[in-house]
């Protein structure tokens, strides 16, 4: 008899033993680890901003150090050249060789399309953002953990965001962004999965503006390199030395 | 002198050729360069009734002008520490029929990273300095550099002549300590040798910066600027004088038999040593979700004339200017025309007054090709304006733009704006970038 009562027991302890959610800021982390290779790399970014059939694009180099500061290298167009972007914890600067020094700009000022400084500057969530909670999904018939982040800063990009992960794998699904009063801004969807410095990371993403209908925009990353820079090359000063 | 000029410049482009093809091949130099070409055809409309130039009759300005140039940057790296960087702008200008050609170096210099975060730079370099958009109240530096009033404000600051310098850069951890020398160079640089010190750094979310600059009088500059929310930045400049450059008109010597009432009348520049000068500036800029941003600047400016001074200037324009219509019998035009050339010399100077209001919005954006801002640049005194609009259009894949922009003058005739020789100006521009 005992032994029939401890049966169901057993497995209800199974059960929820396997039922039981990782740790948000497990996921999180998880999360980050893929869509930045390391906290000191560079890799090459294109914007690709459509409006019907017509299409805007930009090309930037990113490079990062220790996760919270990032340099953004504006490349194509030529109109562009010159132009700098920096991100050190949650301030922001923006530069242009020989026009001002550099300046203060906020995360949600954009960049083109429906991309924001914030969006390219910013490698991870964990470093803006704080789990709030987390439950299990389901999309496209895939498992997924659905986190809600709430900013940790008044200087974050967005006030909250909902992060799907793939349960599996952890890879990033998509992300929806929105403001401080709940708006819904935009999604991003996180795609093109290749192998890139052992793991496979997303190459794309989609930014789908939910404000306005029909208006989208891309970033794709290529060339990762892990690669570790000095202090000063973030330093909102040392951009004039920059070429 | 012209001639020297022509042979220093092509022999300088001769010289810089030479030495990047000599050291790409030499030691693989990384070359950058970048820029635009730009043509630009400006239509003038002058005020026939201004005061400072009656009846036309004092000065005749070109209704039009073309400009071609060269907008060029480049970038030579010979090494990881070594670095040269150039910003020239060869220019040809055409008004009326006169036409003049002229070559600026903005940038010229060489930069040493000397390791541990100390960087040496020397050369030619347009120092800018100061957190506003419409005003500078710290950059001391640039104070007497020529100025194109019609390039948007942003702009301004860009293509400007720099200063022959040395600069010594220290970067620690959230503080950088600089310090400039710009001496004064025979035939070179004839402004009075020239320094800075200066101390920035980032505090937790704020990023301020304390200077003292050394010339023929001392000043104190302070700037500040932060991110506030995710939407809104503000900035905050001051630049402190310790003495003026002020100028005033003033009466040099009667003519005519004594008790005439006729003056001719001279430049003054009171020595005001001693005596504080504050320039400051506090304003803001907000980004909508739609994207258009909205900046609000108040600056105020010591240098300016208060309202008796104003009252004063206004005075010997309106009687100068009456006489030059009017001539008194025995006296020649050419003493009321003089008196008038030298109140417009002060009229050059921008920024008359005390208290403005800059306040511009823009969308970069509109149907993905047009950058469309408008400005306005209120005198808070006599309530005179310039409207400043301008609208770009993004052609080529970015490649080429298209500029439409101009200013309107508006204001009565014994105010800053209203006393304006233009009433308006409107100029078209094609920029090919490579």
Same mark, same amino acid.
């Given at each position: 008899?005992?032994?029939?009562?401890?049966?169901?027991?057993?497995?209800?302890?199974?059960?929820?033993?396997?039922?039981?959610?990782?740790?948000?800021?497990?996921?999180?982390?998880?999360?980050?680890?893929?869509?930045?290779? &390391?906290?000191?790399?560079?890799?090459?970014?294109?914007?690709?901003?459509?409006?019907?059939?017509?299409?805007?694009?930009?090309?930037?180099?990113?490079?990062?150090?220790?996760?919270?500061?990032?340099?953004?290298?504006?490349?194509?167009?030529?109109?562009?050249?010159?132009?700098?972007?920096?991100?050190?914890?949650?301030?922001?600067?923006?530069?242009?060789?020989?026009?001002?020094?550099?300046?203060?700009?906020?995360?949600?000022?954009?960049?083109?399309?429906?991309?924001?400084?914030?969006?390219?500057?910013?490698?991870?969530? &964990?470093?803006?953002?704080?789990?709030? &909670?987390?439950?299990?999904?389901?999309?496209?018939?895939?498992?997924?953990?659905?986190?809600?982040?709430?900013?940790?800063?008044?200087?974050?990009?967005?006030?909250?965001?909902?992060?799907?992960?793939?349960?599996?794998?952890?890879?990033?699904?998509?992300?929806?962004?929105?403001?401080?009063?709940?708006?819904?801004?935009?999604?991003?969807?996180?795609?093109?999965?290749?192998?890139?410095?052992?793991?496979?990371?997303?190459?794309?993403?989609?930014?789908?503006?939910?404000?306005?209908?029909?208006?989208?925009?891309?970033?794709?990353? &290529?060339?990762?390199?892990?690669?570790?820079?000095?202090?000063?090359?973030?330093?909102?000063?040392?951009?004039?030395?920059?070429? | /002198?012209?001639?020297?000029?022509?042979?220093?410049?092509?022999? %300088?482009?001769?010289?810089? %050729?030479?030495?990047?093809?000599?050291?790409?091949?030499?030691?693989?130099?990384?070359?950058?360069?970048?820029?635009?070409?730009?043509?630009?055809?400006?239509? +003038?409309?002058?005020?026939?009734? !201004?005061?400072?130039?009656?009846?036309?009759?004092?000065?005749? =300005?070109?209704?039009?002008?073309?400009?071609?140039? *060269?907008?060029?940057? /480049?970038?030579?790296?010979?090494?990881?520490?070594?670095?040269?960087?150039?910003?020239?702008?060869?220019?040809?200008?055409?008004?009326? +029929?006169?036409?003049?050609?002229?070559?600026?170096?903005?940038?010229?210099?060489?930069? %040493?990273?000397?390791?541990?975060?100390?960087?040496?730079?020397?050369?030619?370099?347009?120092?800018?300095?100061?957190?506003?958009?419409?005003?500078?109240?710290?950059?001391?530096?640039?104070?007497?550099?020529?100025?194109?009033?019609?390039?948007?404000?942003?702009?301004?600051?860009?293509?400007?002549?720099?200063?022959?310098?040395?600069?010594?850069?220290? =970067? $620690?951890? +959230?503080?950088?300590?600089?310090?400039?020398?710009?001496?004064?160079?025979?035939?070179?640089?004839?402004?009075?040798?020239?320094?800075?010190? @200066?101390?920035?750094? $980032?505090?937790?979310?704020?990023? =301020?910066?304390?200077?003292?600059?050394?010339?023929?009088?001392?000043?104190?500059?302070?700037?500040?600027?932060?991110?506030?929310?995710?939407?809104?930045?503000?900035?905050?400049?001051?630049?402190?004088?310790?003495?003026?450059?002020?100028?005033?008109?003033?009466?040099?010597?009667?003519?005519?038999?004594?008790?005439?009432?006729?003056?001719?009348?001279?430049?003054?520049?009171?020595?005001?040593?001693?005596?504080?000068?504050?320039?400051?500036?506090?304003?803001?800029?907000?980004?909508?979700?739609?994207?258009?941003?909205?900046?609000?600047?108040?600056?105020?400016?010591?240098?300016?004339?208060?309202? +008796?001074?104003?009252?004063?200037?206004?005075?010997?324009?309106?009687?100068?200017?009456?006489?030059?219509?009017?001539?008194?019998?025995?006296?020649?035009?050419?003493?009321?025309?003089?008196?008038?050339? *030298?109140? !417009?010399?002060?009229?050059?100077?921008?920024? =008359?007054?005390?208290?403005?209001?800059?306040?511009?919005?823009? !969308?970069?954006?509109?149907?993905?090709?047009?950058?469309?801002?408008?400005?306005?640049?209120?005198?808070?005194?006599?309530?005179?304006?310039?409207?400043?609009?301008?609208?770009?259009? @993004?052609?080529?894949?970015?490649?080429? /733009?298209?500029? *439409?922009?101009?200013?309107?003058?508006?204001?009565?005739?014994?105010?800053?704006?209203? *006393?304006?020789? /233009?009433?308006?100006?409107?100029?078209?521009?094609?920029?090919?970038?490579?």
């Amino acid at each position: 008899m005992k032994r029939v009562l401890f049966l169901p027991l057993l497995i209800l302890m199974i059960n929820n033993a396997g039922l039981a959610l990782p740790p948000a800021e497990e996921i999180l982390k998880r999360a980050d680890e893929i869509r930045a290779p &390391s906290k000191h790399f560079s890799c090459d970014l294109e914007i690709i901003s459509k409006r019907g059939d017509e299409e805007r694009t930009k090309k930037l180099k990113l490079f990062v150090g220790d996760e919270t500061k990032s340099l953004v290298k504006f490349v194509y167009p030529p109109a562009d050249k010159g132009k700098f972007l920096l991100m050190v914890d949650e301030n922001l600067w923006f530069y242009t060789i020989g026009i001002r020094e550099p300046i203060r700009i906020t995360p949600q000022q954009r960049l083109l399309g429906e991309v924001s400084n914030g969006d390219v500057a910013k490698v991870v969530y &964990s470093v803006d953002y704080s789990p709030v &909670s987390i439950n299990e999904w389901e999309i496209d018939d895939k498992k997924m953990y659905r986190l809600e982040l709430v900013a940790k800063h008044k200087s974050a990009t967005y006030g909250e965001v909902t992060l799907f992960v793939e349960k599996e794998t952890f890879n990033p699904y998509k992300a929806e962004f929105y403001t401080i009063s709940g708006k819904l801004l935009k999604t991003a969807y996180y795609g093109s999965y290749q192998l890139i410095l052992e793991k496979k990371r997303p190459t794309e993403m989609k930014i789908v503006d939910e404000l306005r209908t029909g208006q989208s925009s891309i970033i794709k990353y &290529s060339n990762f390199e892990i690669k570790e820079f000095p202090e000063y090359y973030f330093q909102k000063t040392h951009l004039k030395y920059l070429q | /002198m012209k001639s020297i000029k022509k042979l220093n410049c092509s022999a %300088f482009f001769s010289f810089l %050729f030479l030495s990047i093809l000599y050291f790409n091949i030499a030691f693989c130099m990384d070359i950058e360069y970048y820029g635009s070409f730009v043509t630009r055809l400006v239509e +003038n409309k002058f005020r026939k009734d !201004n005061p400072l130039n009656p009846g036309f009759r004092v000065f005749n =300005l070109a209704e039009c002008e073309s400009k071609i140039y *060269l907008n060029l940057s /480049m970038n030579l790296s010979f090494n990881e520490n070594i670095k040269f960087a150039l910003k020239t702008r060869p220019t040809w200008i055409k008004k009326e +029929n006169k036409e003049m050609g002229k070559n600026y170096f903005d940038n010229a210099y060489i930069n %040493f990273n000397l390791g541990k975060g100390l960087f040496l730079s020397v050369g030619k370099e347009n120092l800018i300095e100061g957190v506003g958009f419409s005003y500078y109240p710290s950059d001391f530096f640039s104070e007497k550099k020529e100025i194109d009033f019609t390039l948007k404000e942003e702009e301004q600051s860009s293509d400007r002549e720099g200063n022959y310098i040395v600069r010594s850069e220290l =970067l $620690l951890e +959230n503080v950088t300590l600089t310090a400039i020398i710009a001496p004064e160079i025979d035939n070179l640089q004839e402004e009075n040798t020239r320094a800075e010190f @200066k101390f920035s750094t $980032l505090v937790y979310d704020t990023d =301020l910066s304390i200077s003292y600059f050394h010339s023929n009088y001392g000043r104190t500059g302070f700037n500040i600027s932060k991110a506030v929310g995710q939407k809104f930045e503000v900035h905050s400049g001051a630049g402190l004088r310790f003495g003026s450059d002020r100028k005033y008109l003033r009466k040099k010597s009667e003519v005519g038999v004594p008790g005439s009432g006729i003056f001719e009348y001279e430049i003054y520049e009171p020595k005001e040593e001693g005596e504080v000068f504050l320039r400051a500036l506090i304003g803001g800029h907000y980004t909508c979700e739609n994207k258009t941003n909205y900046i609000v600047e108040y600056f105020y400016n010591q240098d300016g004339y208060d309202e +008796n001074e104003w009252e004063e200037f206004i005075e010997i324009v309106r009687d100068n200017s009456s006489k030059v219509i009017s001539v008194p019998t025995g006296f020649s035009e050419d003493l009321f025309k003089f008196n008038l050339s *030298l109140a !417009n010399s002060l009229m050059t100077y921008r920024y =008359l007054r005390r208290h403005y209001l800059f306040a511009r919005f823009w !969308n970069p954006e509109i149907y993905n090709r047009f950058d469309v801002t408008c400005g306005i640049l209120l005198n808070l005194e006599d309530k005179s304006f310039v409207i400043l609009p301008t609208a770009d259009y @993004k052609l080529i894949k970015d490649f080429m /733009m298209l500029r *439409l922009g101009g200013a309107v003058f508006k204001g009565d005739g014994e105010s800053e704006f209203g *006393l304006s020789p /233009m009433e308006n100006y409107y100029y078209f521009e094609t920029r090919f970038f490579f």
